[in-house]
C-alpha cells in the first residue's frame, strides 16, 4: 500500500515505456483522523496464483488528488 503526497510526487522522463497488461480495479473513499482519502486497489492478472487478491492499493489526500488533476488535464489536453 502506499500513501502518494504531492511533494513526492514528480515526473520522471523514461527512454523505454511499456503498456501492462488490463487488471480489474476498485476504489473507495474513506476519512480517517479528520481527512479524507481515494484510494485505488489493483487485483492481478487472471493468471495469479490467488485471483481475487489486492495486488496494490494507491492512496491520495485531497491536495494530491487536486495536483493529480492538473497534471491529467495538462497531459491529455483536456
Do not use: C, P, W
Amino acid at each position: 500500500m502506499a500513501l502518494i503526497k504531492s511533494n513526492n510526487l514528480r515526473r520522471s522522463n523514461k527512454e523505454r515505456n511499456l503498456v501492462h497488461k488490463e487488471v480489474d480495479a476498485s476504489y473507495t473513499t474513506f476519512n480517517s483522523t479528520g481527512e479524507k482519502y481515494f484510494q485505488i486497489d489493483t487485483y492481478g492478472s487472471n493468471d495469479r496464483k490467488f485471483q481475487g487478491k489486492i495486488s496494490q492499493s494507491i492512496q491520495f489526500n485531497k491536495e494530491t488528488a487536486v495536483d493529480l488533476i492538473t497534471i491529467l488535464r495538462k497531459e491529455f489536453n483536456i
